[in-house]
Each structure stands twice: as C-alpha cells, then as structure tokens.
C-alpha cells in the first residue's frame, strides 16, 4: 500500500548532495551548535493545554472568500467559493476547515434536531428522516476528493499568469466521509426497479437541485454524509447532511440534503438546464457530464512563489473521478521528455495523491508541468489537445495539464500551454 | 480495500425493519412533509462564505484538559492531557484540533525559522537542520495512530464506573502525518554501522528526551514529521518538528524535536527510567517495551449514555501497534458468545479502524464488549488474563477489552470485567 520507491531515499541524497556541492552551502551546513547536553538553552514551561489544538501564530494559512468590492459573497450573480491554499497543504488531507467552498447563496444555519430528509417517489415506502434516524443506519467512512465542477475554469480561455494554485486549482479537496450507504437507503425504501434516476435537493436559499442517474456506481459509492474528518459536516460543507458521491462533479454532491425524489427520468432541474451544461464548439451544450477526469498539479514550485537555482523538490497532487492515480510524470522542460515522479502517501482511489520529483534547476528560464494516469488507463492530456477536442466555449470540467513557467530570476508563472 | 461486506446492507435493514415493527415507530414514521416540490418552504441567502469553515453553533465537541482545581496545567506533577471526545467521533480520522494532547511542561511557541534540529553522534557528517531545510528533502505522508503511553491506565486497578470513553481511552488518536524519512536522513548523516540507538529530544521545557532502538521498523517507517492532516504541526503536536513512530508508545514520538543523536546504547535518560517503566509483578521495572498492542473499543453505546430498548448500532475502533486490523468480534453478552464486526472503513496499518454491529437491546441488564485481531496474530485479551499476567503494578500500555454494562433504565456504565 505504501507505494514510495525503496530507492527514492539514495537517489534523492545523491542529487542533494550533488546539489550542495554545486551551490557551496545549501542545507549541509557545519553544526552551529555544541554536540554535547549541555548546550540546552534555559526552557521554561510552556502554554496549558486547552480544549482545541490552535494553529501556530506563525503559520498563515487561510482560504480566500472571492466576491466583487461591495458585493455580499452571497449575491448569486458573483461566484462564491473560498478556495483551499494547495500552495500551502502537506500530505494528501485537507485540513477540516480548509476544505473549498461554494454555495449558490451562502450557509444555512440549520438545526439539526429540526431537520427532516424526505425519500419518496417510486418507492414502495416513502420516509421522513431524522438526523438521529440516519446515525442509527450502518454506516461507511470513505476518504475521497470533491471538486468543484468548475475547478480551472479561468484557464479555459486566457487567465493572467500573476496566479497561484490556490486561484487556478483551488476547487479540490480530499476528507474522509462517514455516512449512510446510499444502497442501504435505497434497500430501505424499496425503490422501484423501473426507477433509474434521483432527484436531491438542498435546503439551501437557491434550492439546488439535481438528478443523478442510478448507475451501478453511483448506488455502489453513494453516501448520505453526515460526517466530515471524523466530526459533524460543518455548515458550509452540508450540515446536517449532504450526498457523496465519490468521483462525480461538485454540484450533484448536493448540501443540506433535504429530499430525494425517485423517479425514471431525469427531473431537468434549473442546475442542470440553465446551468452546468457544457457549451460545445458547435454551440450545443452537454448536459449531464458527470465524472470529474484525471488531473493533477504541482503545488511547489507553482505561481506566485519564487525559487533559487540548485536542488529544489518538486511536489504536487493528483486524482481521478474513475479511480486510483497509478503513475505521475513530470517535465522540466515543458513537455518535451518526462520523468516518474514518486508517489509519497498512501493511494486511495478517488482520493488526491501527492507526488514528488527531486530537481536541480540550473537558473535558465524553464517550464514544469505534471501529467497523471489513473488505472482505467485515462492521462492527462496537454492543453492543445484538451482545447482541440472540446473547444473554448466550454465553462466546466477542465482538467487539462498546468504549465508553469519559471524565468532567470526564479519568477513561477502561470503559463497556458 | 473496502472491506465492509456487501451483506451488511441487507442484513442491517432486516433488522431495523424487525425492530421497528416490535417497538410500534422508531424510524420508520410516516411521512410528515407532502411529497411535492410545492412543500418547499420559504428560503432565505445564508452567511457569506469565509476563510475557514467553522463548526455549527449546534455542534458540541471538545477535549477535556485535566488539572487538579488551582494547578496551571503545565505543573508536571498533575497528569497533563487534554484527552479526545471518542463518543463524539465518526469515522477513523481525528478532526485536526481534537487529536490528544499529552504534554510534560505546556506547550512551547517556537519560532519555526529559527528552530534548528542537530544530528550527531556516530554519523560521518553531522548536520543542523532548518525547517526550510527538511521541507526541501523528499517526503512522506502516512495515515496512522498516535497513542499515549497510560492510554486506559484508569482501568489497571479500579477506575470509577462514572466515566465516558473519553476518559478511558481519549489518549489515542488518527492524522496523516507528513514528513522526512528517517531512513533518508540516516543515509544523509552518514549513521555508523555499529549504531543501535538513537537519542531524540524535545525543545519544550522538561526536555523530553528519549532512546530509540534503530530496529528495522523504525527506521523503514519512522518520520521527522512536520505536517499533520494536511498542515504544518500544531503547536500541542510538536510544531514545526516532532519524531513519528508509527505503532511505539507515544512518549517516543518526540515534539519539538531540537536533537538526535546515534550511539551504540541506550541513554539511559529519566523519561526511560524513572518514568515510562512498568512495574512488574516481582516488584521489578521492565524498560523499553515499546510498542502499543491490538486494542479496541465501543464508543457508543459507552460510559454515561443511556440508550432505548430496540434497535441500536453498535460502533467503535480499533488499532494496533503491530499492523492492520483484520477482525473486530463483539459480545452482547459480557464475552460468552461473539459475532463478527463490519469494519466500516478503508482499512489501513497501524491506523484506527471503525467497527459497527447491529444489536437489538430486548431491554434487559447487559455487558457489551469488543475484542480486536490484527494481522500478526495478535488477539485483544479480556481483563482477567491480562492483568493474570502483568499484574496491577503496570501504570502503561493498558489494552485490555473494556466491558459496558448497561442497566434496566439504558445507563451505561464503565465495568472491569
């Protein structure tokens, strides 16, 4: 399960001491302390524990709430997301509340002893449901991603190079998921075998709404979540309950889960209509383009950072909607050759996965770029080939590779190639 | 890697149906709201987005940092832990500001770039070590268990029956930790053949400081870890870099990791010595018994609820030191008879596994109880055969099964049997 290479570990202090030599100084420094006890400094005792773990004062670590000067991030005319620092993340989990955000008209506040979720439809026995009632059903814990159906969307078409991750990738996140598996609920209500498409609705202001087909995999992966990271959903990501549905795009993955409607046609809600539809190059748009593809990106270095010449370790994150990332390759020199990058965590399907490349750059103006493969054999394709094939009009489900460019001053931009 | 079985569904909803019927309601209520879209009520924008998701307001979860009334809780004559509210979990990992706390003078607030960490000894090179340095090498991220050492040391002699599974056994908890191989830095500094131990110390106040036997596992799995769910270190965890052992007793695990140092012994410090020993029967004190062994328990029901005649959903965790947990069995009849647990979650190696039975409670008095198997063979012993062999002098490494009984009214009581 632990997939690091054996020989990551030689290689790896091979190039670092090659890099150090090259640089004269680097990390091999000579000891500025004394090699003996009695160099520790005077200690005295620290702060009391306390009933949370508070982060560092010297970390800084935030999402940043996107919403135009003056306007309510709540205002459904503006796009609202809070977008999780990828820049900044270490492993593959995103910590409990930095996972991304996006609503179509902000966090409800809901009480979770007054909550009700309604199953109904082609059913033999329709329910209303208590949170109380769905914490007594068997439950299941998945770590898995969610992205938002419009991750990367500024790079359809021209966005600036003066961007980090966080702004062009930002709309991903990996949690571990506990809840109701969705085919105890559907065993449990007797869905009618006529029945081939769902209906959820959110208890949110816009009251977004979606029709998700009963496919093998979606009734096999289906969550009602009510947990999050081993606690209660927090409200921006569906409290008291959402449906999770590993793999498949954001919005179906519908918050404050308040209704599910079987029936044996999709229900042609206004979120699947008038929006997240994908424009094609002929002018008609794709409706239901479910399954989020293959993707991957460097995290470090990426836009906006600013790197030195010498060793640097390159690192990043992948993930497939179809199943577990198998293979991510890098390339220093914009695409032209590529070289395995290792993947340093444990790979879990349908989950990020972080990977590593060790490289010395020798300060001449380069592009890096990462391409991941998932074991239903899907890769990542460049961008002239993703544009190729679905054209510009498109808003959603980009998931083309992210080039960055680094010039002679170590200056890490967001290049579209 | 799901290793729940595709029975449980099935046999869940029989169960709950047959439940119901005998109590005449529980979850199955008719339905309260129309079956129409027409029932939407009234909605309303909710709160912006912000940078951090924060907990619903109806969400009550936290530690408990114990000190004795008047003490600071940083007096290292109390016992100092903030412990982890494992009733009120879901899934496998920890949120990341409810992990265990266990600290022997508070916690220090290090400036993180001006922490350095020596490495010395019989090395070839010895090197100190800056946090930009460690982050630049490669990395690895592992999803495992940290626990402490007195885990469940209540139970040795004749812990109160009042008590609720955080106290019991809230000093163990699950994160994905991130960081350097210590494996790469053993080749880095260049580690002489003939040596055996390793000395780590603290930067807090009491200078933590202890020996640790360069065994195979430690050295294959063994991280200087500087990320934890997906961030850097909290400061109660260690921050900026604390030692992570995957399955050894907590009080290894080194925070704010100032020092190692390879000899070819012990070193003998005070953490090994005049604590961190266990007592033996003969009256003699065994060191260096290192790892934590196959534990379990029942989070709920547990100590101080109180539950209803029907159905109920038996669920907890389970973990071991030694590896990955294959089997989880659970008596509803005080250890007579046992049945087989689904483990709910991807099962991983030395990481909390989450277990769950169904249980129809006719209402009479009971004694419920878990036991855990892992991979090597190990099997969670009951309290009578544990303490038959290591006696009640032992304060550490507590891991025998812990019983719940419950009483005509639904109280459920901590019992040591």
């Not at 159906?149 to 078409?157: D, P, Q």
């Given at each position: 399960m632990l997939k690091t290479s054996p020989d990551a570990g030689k290689l790896s202090r091979r190039r670092l001491l090659t890099a150090t030599a090259a640089t004269a100084g680097g990390i091999i420094a000579p000891p500025a302390v004394a090699e003996t006890l009695a160099d520790v400094p005077p200690r005295e005792p620290g702060d009391d524990l306390t009933a949370y773990s508070l982060r560092s004062p010297y970390v800084q670590i935030a999402r940043i709430p996107e919403a135009?000067?003056?306007?309510?991030?709540?205002?459904?005319?503006?796009?609202i997301n809070s977008k999780s620092p990828l820049d900044k993340f270490l492993g593959a989990i995103t910590p409990s509340d930095l996972h991304y955000e996006r609503s179509h008209s902000g966090v409800p506040n809901l009480d979770p002893s007054k909550h009700r979720v309604l199953v109904h439809g082609m059913v033999r026995k329709p329910l209303v449901l208590s949170l109380d009632d769905l914490r007594a059903m068997p439950s299941i814990s998945r770590i898995a991603f969610l992205e938002c159906?419009?991750?990367?969307?500024?790079?359809?078409?021209a966005a600036p190079d003066n961007v980090t991750v966080q702004h062009t990738h930002g709309l991903v996140s990996t949690h571990e998921w506990t809840g109701v598996p969705l085919s105890f609920l559907i065993d449990l209500v007797g869905v009618e075998r006529a029945s081939t498409w769902m209906l959820a609705e959110g208890d949110d202001g816009a009251a977004v709404a979606r029709s998700i087909p009963l496919t093998d995999e979606i009734i096999a992966e289906g969550i009602l979540a009510y947990g999050q990271n081993g606690e209660p959903l927090r409200p921006a990501h569906g409290f008291p309950v959402r449906l999770f549905l590993p793999g498949f795009e954001g919005n179906l993955n519908i918050k404050w889960l308040r209704r599910l409607k079987f029936g044996d046609q999709p229900f042609m809600t206004r979120w699947e209509t008038a929006r997240y539809t994908q424009l094609q190059t002929d002018g008609k748009a794709r409706q239901f383009q479910l399954k989020q593809d293959v993707n991957s990106v460097i995290t470090s270095p990426s836009g906006m950072m600013r790197i030195k010449a010498g060793y640097n370790r390159i690192t990043g994150l992948a993930w497939s909607g179809h199943g577990q990332i198998t293979r991510v390759e890098v390339s220093t020199d914009g695409g032209t050759t590529w070289t395995d990058a290792t993947l340093t965590g444990q790979v879990l399907p349908k989950a990020q996965t972080r990977f590593q490349r060790d490289w010395v750059w020798d300060g001449r103006p380069v592009k890096i770029v990462s391409r991941s493969t998932d074991d239903k054999g899907n890769v990542q394709p460049d961008r002239a080939s993703f544009i190729a094939q679905v054209g510009t009009n498109a808003l959603f489900h980009y998931s083309a590779q992210q080039t960055w460019g680094i010039d002679e001053a170590g200056s890490v931009r967001n290049v579209l190639a």
């Open positions: 135009a000067p003056g306007q309510r991030n709540v205002d459904p005319s503006v796009a159906t419009g991750n990367g969307w500024e790079n359809w078409k």
